[in-house]
């Protein structure tokens, strides 16, 4: 159980344009998402806290309007990256919890966004 | 806000040998826990270690941690090669829900 699902789990795309990747908690409710990016060799950073039904909580530093956050329902999470540009390439993780576990966070296995 | 910081970055051992990693943070904590990333997948989350507690054990994994320095280890016995993976740690705050994960430990175990 507590399975977390990203599709897709790789993208290259052109400067300029827009990537949507899913973040789905495919056996559980989840109460509350979170994104992190991941750039190569270094640590997660958080980059926001998605409620179900509410608007997103951004880290400092990390962009609302160029990272769009949609939590729709309970077992959806979107984060789009607008207007990508190169130094966008990063490895983008979503985990999420449940109200019977805050502690513990359940991790999707990652999408690789390279930007050329 | 809090971050671990991992040492030693980077480590390797050969298999059946014990593997430690250190984890020190800022700030008081409600818990820490320890995730492993192979490379380029997600993360799996390995142990769990609450403030009031100061050991834990996990099949070949012993946790522990001192709040007074701040620090937790995380000792893998008998490692194998699979055990190959970064390891990392990662602290919540009273109240919080967020993770704050420190730089991590590469671990390579040489058959």
């Known amino acids: 159980g507590a399975v977390v699902s990203q599709h897709p789990s790789w993208v290259i795309c052109k400067s300029g344009t827009s990537v949507k990747i899913e973040c789905r908690s495919l056996d559980f409710q989840a109460t509350t998402m979170f994104w992190y990016r991941q750039f190569p060799k270094q640590s997660l950073m958080l980059m926001a806290t998605?409620?179900?039904?509410?608007?997103?909580?951004?880290e400092q530093g990390v962009e609302k309007d160029k990272f769009l956050i949609n939590h729709a329902s309970l077992t959806l999470s979107t984060l789009t990256v607008t207007s990508a540009h190169p130094e966008d390439s990063s490895f983008y993780i979503c985990?999420?919890?449940?109200?019977?576990?805050?502690?513990?966070?359940?991790f999707g296995p990652g999408t690789r966004l390279t930007v050329l | 806000s809090q971050q671990g910081e991992e040492d030693p970055q980077a480590l390797s051992i050969q298999e059946g040998e014990n593997a430690t990693m250190n984890c020190s943070y800022k700030?008081?904590?409600?818990?820490l826990q320890w995730y492993r990333q192979n490379s380029g997948r997600g993360l799996v989350h390995l142990i769990l270690i609450r403030s009031n507690e100061r050991e834990k054990h996990s099949g070949r994994l012993r946790v522990t941690l001192d709040t007074s320095k701040k620090s937790s280890s995380l000792l893998i016995t008998a490692s194998r090669a699979a055990d190959t993976a970064s390891y990392f740690c990662?602290?919540?705050?009273?109240?919080?829900?967020?993770?704050?994960f420190g730089k991590g430990t590469k671990l390579s175990v040489i058959p």
């Open positions: 985990s999420a919890i449940t109200s019977a576990a805050y502690n513990e966070q359940f």
């Open positions: 700030t008081s904590i409600n818990n």
């Open positions: 998605s409620n179900e039904g509410s608007k997103a909580t951004y």
């Open positions: 990662a602290t919540s705050g009273a109240g919080s829900y967020q993770l704050t």
